[in-house]
């Protein structure tokens, strides 16, 4: 919802990092898909929620032509499309490794029923 606001209000209301816009797009959208694909088991969910955001980030470029004193970039949009994209990803091999090690860990102190 964040940056649904954050995309979408005039540019002077807009809090400015400092950053480069590209920068700001690529770590706000990297943070969303490391954290809220993370709660996705699934890959077909890790991948659905991918395309929404992606979808998403065009969107809102192309509806900010409408909001006074932002103007879209398609720059931005890649920028936010290659943060989530690295987001989900990261948070998948997360998983993954959470998983194997967990696995792991419970072969390691499995005790057998004849002992």
């Given at each position: 919802?964040?940056?649904?606001?954050?995309?979408?209000?005039?540019?002077g209301?807009?809090?400015?990092?400092?950053?480069?816009?590209?920068?700001?797009?690529?770590?706000?959208?990297?943070?969303?898909?490391?954290?809220?694909?993370?709660?996705y088991r699934s890959l077909l969910g890790r991948l659905s929620f991918w395309a929404a955001i992606v979808a998403l980030s065009f969107s809102l470029e192309f509806l900010q032509q409408f909001v006074p004193g932002r103007e879209p970039d398609l720059l931005d949009a890649w920028a936010s499309s290659s943060g989530v994209t690295l987001g989900v990803f990261c948070a998948a091999?997360?998983?993954?490794?959470?998983?194997?090690?967990?696995?792991?860990?419970?072969?390691?102190?499995?005790v057998d029923p004849a002992e």
């Open positions: 919802m964040a940056i649904v606001i954050l995309s979408l209000v005039p540019g209301a807009r809090p400015q990092t400092g950053a480069p816009g590209e920068v700001e797009h690529f770590v706000a959208y990297l943070g969303t898909g490391l954290f809220i694909s993370a709660r091999l997360a998983i993954g490794a959470i998983h194997r090690r967990g696995s792991v860990f419970s072969a390691e102190v499995a």
